[in-house]
Structures are given as C-alpha cells and as structure tokens.
C-alpha cells in the first residue's frame, strides 16, 4: 500500500517542485528489464575488463522498486532498452494508480556492492558509462512519484486500494517533445 509522507520528512528537490525523502534521494525508483538485459550484454562485451566472471546482473541489485518488462511476443519485436527515460508517467494495475517520472537516478558505488555478501562487482561500474554517461553523470532507471492527481483517489481504509503487485499492466505515457 502506497503512503504519503508528511511535509516534515521532505525537503525540495533543486531540479523540480516534487519533494525527497530524506532517507534517500527519492522513494520510488522504476527500472525496466530490457534496460538490465542491455546492461548485461555489455558487461558481457566487456568481460575482458572485468575480472573474467560473467555473472547475470540481477534487478535486485539496482535496488528499483518498479521493474517493468516489456512483452516480446513476436522475433520480429526487439527490446527497447532505456524507453523509460522517455516516459512521463505510467499507470499501474487495476486500480490504475499514476505515478509521474521525475529524473534520472544518478548511480554510486554502492551499485557494486553485493548486498548479501558485501562482494565488489567492478564488471558494473565498467559498463555503464559506455552506455549510460550523461554529463559525466552515470544514470540507470528513473525516479517517480505517485501524483498528486491520482493521490487523493487511493482509499486509505479500503484493503488492496492502492497497492500495485508483480504482474500488474504498466501503461507508460511517453514525454511530448
């Protein structure tokens, strides 16, 4: 169930009027698996740079709380890695709950660190600038925020109201430009 934070947990963002939780730079991160699998191969490309493992990277490790995988149904239909920085906002499952995109997730070192082993993957930080460096800056995944539009619509009291769960249609809607 998603909740809201009072305006004492919050301070403003520089970029944008949408607030951040104190506790990390934002509360919901939306990552998609054709972005991973991306990642993944050229981690693969590159494995003479890395310690000579080639390990699968994992969602979990990018610590999103939305991962959104297309369907390919057809051979024909390639992936589209990195579409969600293109998105504006996405609706999510049966309630149709909108969340609006705000930035780019900057990533640190801690994306090489194994969670459950405290392990180094260097093979991460080696890949990802070749395809994801913007303004010296190293990005992966977009940060959201349930909108303000739809906010007011979650029943607080009502068990299932507002809560999204693995396999729920997502409906991105692509910024204008």
Same mark, same amino acid.
């Given at each position: 169930t998603l909740?809201?934070?009072?305006?004492?947990?919050? $301070?403003?963002r520089q970029?944008? &009027?949408?607030?951040? !939780? $104190?506790?990390?730079?934002?509360? #919901? #991160?939306?990552?998609?698996?054709s972005s991973i699998n991306c990642l993944n191969e050229t981690i693969k490309a590159n494995i003479k740079h890395t310690s000579g493992v080639s390990k699968a990277i994992g969602a979990d !490790?990018?610590?999103?709380?939305?991962?959104?995988?297309?369907? @390919?149904? &057809? *051979?024909?239909h390639a992936e589209h890695p990195y579409a969600e920085d293109h998105w504006s906002s996405i609706? $999510?499952?049966?309630? &149709? !709950? #909108?969340?609006d995109t705000i930035d780019p997730c900057q990533r640190c070192q801690m994306l090489c660190v194994d969670q459950v082993t405290g392990a180094q993957r260097n093979e991460i930080l080696a890949a990802l600038p070749k395809i994801r460096k913007v303004n010296g800056r190293i990005q992966f995944g977009r940060y959201a925020t349930?909108?303000?539009?739809? /906010?007011?619509? =979650?029943?607080?009291? @009502?068990? /299932? *109201? /507002?809560? $999204?769960? =693995?396999?729920? =249609?997502v409906l991105p809607s692509n910024q204008k430009n």
């Open positions: 909740e809201s934070f009072s305006p004492a947990d919050r $301070i403003p970029d944008c &009027q949408k607030y951040v !939780l $104190i506790s990390n730079e934002m509360s #919901l #991160l939306i990552v998609s698996r !490790l990018f610590k999103s709380n939305i991962v959104v995988a297309e369907r @390919v149904c &057809q *051979s024909a609706r $999510i499952g049966k309630d &149709q !709950l #909108l969340f349930m909108s303000t539009e739809d /906010g007011e619509n =979650v029943e607080r009291n @009502v068990p /299932g *109201s /507002g809560t $999204i769960m =693995v396999g729920d =249609v």
